[in-house]
Structure formats: C-alpha cells, structure tokens
C-alpha cells in the first residue's frame, strides 16, 4: 500500500481538462512539496511538475499542479491522445524518505 | 543535460547479491549538487524509491529496504551504484537510476535496466 493515495484510474477525451488526485499526510504533502511523474509505455518515467507547480523546461503550459494541505492534483488541459500515460505523485517525508503515490492510469477515449 | 545509464546482470539468483552501476555524463557527479537515487519497478506495478546519496555523503534509504541496500559513488569514475543484498523473486523489477536537485524530484532518469531473480 502506498503512502501517497492516487485514483488507479482516469480518462477524458480529446480536448478536455482531466484532474489528478494525490493524498497524504501531514509529514509528506502536509509539510513538504509535491511532484508529479508522467511514464509513457514502456520509457522511463520522466519529471512533470515539481515544487507543487513548476514545470521544468520542456513541459507544456498544459500539465499544472496545485497542492492544498496533504493533498495535492495534477491537471492536464486540451487533453491529447500522446497523454496517455501512467502518472505518479511523489513527496519527500519526514522519516527521511520519498513516498511515491500508486499511480494513476490516464486514458484517452 | 546530464545522461545516466544503468548497468548490471540481468539475472540473479535468489540469496544472491545484485550490483547495478549507473554511470554518469554529461556532467561531474562530484561537481554537482545533486542527489543520487535508485527507483524501481516491478512488472506491471508502480513506482517505489529506493534511496539516495548527496554529495556530501549523506545517504538516504527506503526505511523497508534500509537492511540490505547500500548506494555509494565513485566520483573517479563517475558512476554512483547499488548494492542489495539476498535478493528474493520479490525483488524482480526494472531499476532505475535517477538524479536531480531533490530526492523526490529526480529530473534525469537512466533508461533502467531489467533485474530477473530467478534460479
């Protein structure tokens, strides 16, 4: 069981605005920031959203994240078929330690 | 733009130990302020972080994993590697190696290598 909860599933069409969900705790999102992993089929997975909102250089203005508390959600605007992808929330512990949440499956109809 | 890649066997028996190197370009590990990690994944299932080391050599470990991991650099070499002890099926997945100014937000990742344990 992970210690980030992430929906297992979530899909949208072409066009729309779909959202993310990451849930916490108050000794990882609740008092660290969050990122957020996008993993396509078969590649590494690949850095979308740090520090709760950053996009690092490369990333369209399309993916944004917001964190609230101990949670925290990705969104993804004009949904494109290339989004299809596995994505995962990530946040630093206070134990000393990454959490990563279980990722949700994004599938475009 | 640093570039990682990951190195190792591929297959492992079971009660063995898996050495993974990941070798470093683009860059000096030891002129950089980064962190250092191992993620991995088991087929099929999400990710889960393994640990990291800083520069500075203070390392990092997933505490469920913390007894039979150790990561480590070789700044002659620029590689940082993982050593895991007694490895069980269980630990069947692809490693990756990852880097980047936060443990939780690596922005390099290598290409990650499949690690079997079978007999």
């Known amino acids: 069981q992970s210690a980030l909860t992430q929906p297992p599933s979530a899909s949208g069409t072409p066009g729309q605005r779909v959202t993310i969900s990451c849930s916490g705790s108050s000794s990882n999102i609740g008092s660290n920031t969050v990122n957020w992993f996008q993993q396509l089929p078969g590649t590494a997975p690949r850095l979308l959203i740090y520090t709760n909102n950053q996009r690092p250089s490369g990333v369209p203005d399309r993916f944004s994240g917001s964190k609230s508390g101990t949670s925290a959600s990705l969104a993804i605007s004009g949904l494109q078929s290339d989004d299809e992808a596995d994505y995962y929330c990530?946040?630093?512990?206070?134990?000393?330690?990454?959490?990563f949440g279980g990722g949700t499956k994004l599938t475009v109809l | 733009q640093l570039q990682l890649q990951e190195s190792g066997p591929g297959l492992v028996k079971p009660s063995e130990t898996l050495s993974l190197t990941c070798t470093v370009s683009g860059g000096s590990i030891s002129s950089s302020n980064y962190y250092w990690g191992w993620v991995r994944q088991p087929p099929g299932k999400g990710l889960e972080w393994i640990g990291s080391i800083y520069n500075s050599g203070s390392t990092f470990y997933n505490p469920s994993l913390r007894s039979r991991v150790t990561i480590f650099v070789d700044t002659s070499k620029n590689q940082f590697s993982l050593k895991w002890t007694s490895v069980t099926a269980a630990d069947t997945a692809v490693y990756y190696c990852a880097s980047g100014p936060g443990s939780s937000r690596p922005l390099y990742w290598g290409q990650g290598t499949l690690v079997t344990v079978s007999s």
């Open positions: 990530a946040a630093w512990d206070d134990s000393l330690t990454v959490v």
